[in-house]
């Protein structure tokens, strides 16, 4: 049993050679949400942010994100491909992007950027983490759309036969976990705990990136076993793929970041955004 896949081209339209497709439109949307999210955090006093620094982070991230992507990617996935291809390091089109590899590029970018600013880094990579969100669920559909990265074989009645799927069997539809667990779950927990530190007081810059990256990586690990490995690679320790033994290294250093913030102080930007919110409330 399984339920038919959507009449969806990977392409939004086509004009000749030139053509818009599902996935790059929907990282656009990721980032124009991020950036509404970004500012009400500025507006509210937790980061300080100006309209124009928000537009110089979004540049910031869109590239570093691509960038370690690909690197990350390249490194671990299909080393020995792109040193036989280079000139197809750049076709980021034919896919080829690793979300562990994007964080690491844009925490990296997060740190010049605030640097550059003479804006406290821990307050940026919170708000990273709070926006980043929408684009993980937006990109997750991206997948979807484009029938790549798709799950293991089940008989669930929910299964879903991918027409990019050589052996066209019922697969678990991993794409939607994915957007609803890392882009959905993940940003109410976020938000909560946002909310919850902030009104009783024990809020500390880096307690969301802390949380983002504990949140991220075990939701991802669990639902990675739905998810068929990449076939050059398949399992690469026991039943484990690669991307949850990235995703278990992100919920160790995210669990040794909490500890150490424990010892912080709270941030007196608790107060002020308490008393925002009650103002506008």
Request: charged fraction near 15%; aromatic fraction near 14%.
């Amino acid at each position: 049993m399984s339920i038919p896949y959507p009449p969806i081209r990977p392409d939004l339209f086509r004009i000749g050679p030139f053509s818009v497709r599902w996935y790059a439109v929907m990282y656009v949307v990721g980032y124009i949400v991020g950036a509404k999210i970004a500012a009400r955090r500025a507006a509210r006093g937790l980061v300080r942010l100006s309209p124009a620094d928000i537009d110089a982070f979004i540049s910031y991230m869109m590239i570093s994100m691509l960038l370690g992507a690909r690197l990350m990617y390249a490194a671990v996935y299909e080393p020995g491909h792109y040193f036989s291809r280079p000139l197809e390091f750049f076709a980021i089109w034919h896919g080829g992007l690793s979300f562990h590899g994007a964080v690491i590029g844009m925490v990296i970018a997060t740190a010049l950027f605030a640097r550059r600013r003479a804006i406290p880094f821990l307050t940026v990579t919170d708000t990273l983490a709070l926006a980043g969100t929408p684009g993980l669920f937006f990109g997750r559909l991206g997948n979807f759309f484009n029938a790549e990265l798709y799950g293991r074989p089940t008989q669930l009645p929910w299964g879903m036969i991918f027409p990019t799927d050589p052996l066209h069997i019922p697969r678990h539809p991993s794409e939607l976990y994915e957007a609803i667990g890392e882009g959905v779950v993940l940003a109410i927990l976020l938000f909560w705990l946002e909310r919850r530190s902030i009104a009783r007081h024990w809020y500390r810059p880096g307690v969301l990136s802390a949380a983002f990256l504990i949140g991220y990586g075990v939701i991802r690990f669990v639902i990675e076993f739905t998810r068929q490995p990449d076939p050059q690679l398949g399992f690469v320790l026991g039943p484990f793929s690669a991307g949850q033994l990235l995703s278990a290294a992100m919920v160790v250093v995210g669990a040794a970041f909490a500890v150490y913030l424990r010892s912080r102080p709270a941030s007196v930007a608790s107060s002020a955004a308490t008393s925002t919110s009650d103002s506008a409330a």
